[in-house]
Structure formats: C-alpha cells, structure tokens
C-alpha cells in the first residue's frame, strides 16, 4: 500500500482545512487507517483512526470534537476534517494504514506510512 497525504498549509487560528490521504491497491477497505502528526521537537502523537468500513473512530481525548476522521472506499481515500485550529496544531501529518492490531492509538500498530503534510497555523 503506498499512501499520499495532502491538504495541509498555512492557516490562521480558527480556521479550518481538510487533509486527504489516498492509497494505492485494491484492498483499502480491509486497512485500518489512522492520522498521526509530530512537531519539531516533538514525539509522534495519535490524533484519529477509522475503521476498514469506516463504522468504528478513534480520537486523541485532546482532540476529540474538533477533528473528524473519516473515509471513502471507492475513492481508496481517508480524510481529517480539522475545525478550530490552534498554533499547538502546527506539525507534519502523516496517515498510515494498519492490516490488523490491538491499539490504533499505537503508531507501532501501523504497516504503511504516507510521507505527511505539513500543517502551519499562525496566532
């Protein structure tokens, strides 16, 4: 699986954007697919995961009401609606897809990893 991450910019606090990871392959739907971002300086941090058919989502607790995963398997694409953003969002996204597991908050969980989109919000 080879996957393709974009939508990321500059944005000023409050505002919104909509990253789009798109994967290769037939077999999209059997992945579990996750966002994680890392700032300079930072560890790798979890913020969302969807389920193969998209009926299941994960949050960061931190995040949870201003981001929203979510999916389209005919279009073999995940997306991260983000609403409401804070210059403490500001890092490099990264979507990843994962064949199976026991904690998508784990970026250990994950088999394949896109090469991430870089998210700047401004004060």
């Known amino acids: 699986v080879q996957l393709q991450a974009s939508g990321g910019g500059l944005v000023q606090a409050g505002g919104s954007l909509r990253l789009s990871c798109a994967a290769s392959?037939?077999?999209?739907?059997?992945?579990?697919m996750g966002w994680f971002r890392q700032a300079p300086g930072k560890e790798r941090e979890f913020v969302a995961a969807?389920?193969?058919?998209?009926?299941?989502?994960i949050y960061a607790d931190s995040l949870k009401g201003r981001f929203t995963i979510s999916r389209d398997n005919a279009k073999n694409t995940v997306y991260l609606q983000m609403n409401s953003l804070t210059p403490e969002d500001t890092a490099v996204y990264h979507c990843?897809?994962?064949?199976?597991?026991?904690?998508?908050?784990?970026?250990?969980?994950?088999?394949?990893w896109g090469q991430g989109t870089q998210v700047t919000v401004s004060s």
């Open positions: 969807i389920s193969g058919r998209g009926g299941s989502t």
């Open positions: 990843a897809a994962a064949r199976g597991g026991l904690n998508y908050r784990a970026y250990t969980s994950y088999d394949y």
């Open positions: 392959g037939r077999t999209f739907s059997t992945y579990f």
